[in-house]
């Protein structure tokens, strides 16, 4: 069943194909949309008691979603070098590395999914960076490697989250 949670989860995506749209105004509304329901739908799922396991997968799915679709846009306008959308994809790097962790050591049933402070700073942090491209403002690029600290970041909680759920 779809809940009002995972139905604002759900609408991060076809928020992404706005950007298909070169109008700035319209960029900025749908990255702002995007955002809001990114902090509203686990707000309501947890103060309305809906929370589930489909929500945990399914919310930073659609964050790739949203991030992937934008950076692919301003890859293909030049508006991003490809090591600069590579760097702010890291932290979707090492969840994959976890994620193949997890389906080797035949552990991926065992563990609880959701969000970690790391991935939602990443986020926040690729939304803004998103703004300053769309504003086509200078973005310093010591900025960047940011993205790969944090990246790193992930991978260091997601393993200690691991640990703590062994124990």
Same mark, same amino acid.
């Given at each position: ?46 103060? +309305? ?7 945990? &997968?399914?919310?930073? !799915?659609?964050?790739? /979603?949203?991030? @992937?679709?934008? =950076? ?57 960076? +998103? ?7 200078? &973005?310093?690029?010591? !900025?960047?490697?940011? /993205?790969?600290? @944090?990246?790193? =970041? ?14």
């Amino acid at each position: 069943m779809l809940s009002l949670s995972n139905g604002l989860t759900l609408l991060r995506a076809p928020l992404a194909f706005l950007f298909l749209l070169e109008s700035p105004a319209v960029r900025i509304l749908a990255i702002a949309l995007a955002m809001l329901t990114d902090s509203m739908d686990g707000y309501l799922a947890r103060k +309305l008691r809906n929370t589930s396991q489909l929500g945990a &997968i399914l919310d930073p !799915i659609m964050d790739k /979603f949203f991030v @992937f679709f934008v =950076l692919g846009v301003f890859l293909v306008e030049k508006k991003l070098a490809p090591w600069q959308a590579c760097s702010m994809l890291s932290r979707d790097f090492s969840l994959c590395l976890f994620a193949l962790y997890l389906g080797l050591s035949k552990n991926w049933n065992n563990f609880q999914f959701k969000s970690i402070r790391w991935g939602k700073i990443t986020t926040a942090l690729q939304f803004f960076i +998103l703004i300053a491209v769309t504003l086509s403002y200078s &973005i310093s690029l010591f !900025i960047f490697p940011l /993205f790969i600290l @944090f990246g790193i =970041l992930v991978f260091i909680e997601l393993c200690q989250t691991k640990m703590s759920q062994l124990l």
